[in-house]
């Protein structure tokens, strides 16, 4: 079997591989193996053909991988709206029972309910927004 023909088939191992794994490397080492195929077809002796994908696997992890890894990574998901204010701190100003209330987040007053009905919360007390339902923030007290 000529050699181009075994760089070509582990050119295609490798590309599947990549598709099951996304890391990048493997679709690297994948396109480094098909030049090499590239280089068999042409007549280069084995030696030479290794020397080729060496190099070109080499300049490819060194040189186009860290450019493809700044791209697939993600920043963090932000939140936004009434969503930003669950885990957030309130300050309660009306007496929050399990049907009732009122709190100050962040400077807006929100009608609220305690997140355990069975709880009454007094005026001045600080609260944590375990949920927002609709324009109710649901509350529980910090310990």
């Not at 669950?86 to 300050?91: F, L, Q, R, S």
């Not at 807006?108 to 007094?122: N, Q």
């Amino acid at each position: 079997m000529d050699s181009w023909i075994i760089w070509l088939i582990l050119a295609a191992a490798l590309g599947v591989a990549e598709i099951f794994t996304l890391t990048a490397a493997l679709g690297i080492l994948s396109i480094a193996a098909l030049l090499t195929a590239g280089v068999g077809l042409i007549g280069l002796p084995p030696s030479l053909q290794l020397v080729v994908f060496i190099v070109a696997s080499t300049a490819g992890l060194i040189g186009v991988r860290p450019i493809a890894q700044r791209h697939i990574r993600q920043p963090p998901s932000q939140r936004f709206g009434v969503s930003a204010l669950v885990g957030k701190a309130a300050y309660v100003t009306r007496e929050v029972t399990g049907r009732d209330g009122r709190v100050r987040i962040g400077g807006e007053e929100w009608s609220a309910r305690a997140y355990d009905e069975t709880l009454v919360i007094p005026p001045g007390a600080t609260v944590d927004v375990i949920e927002i339902e609709g324009a109710t923030a649901l509350v529980y007290p910090r310990e």
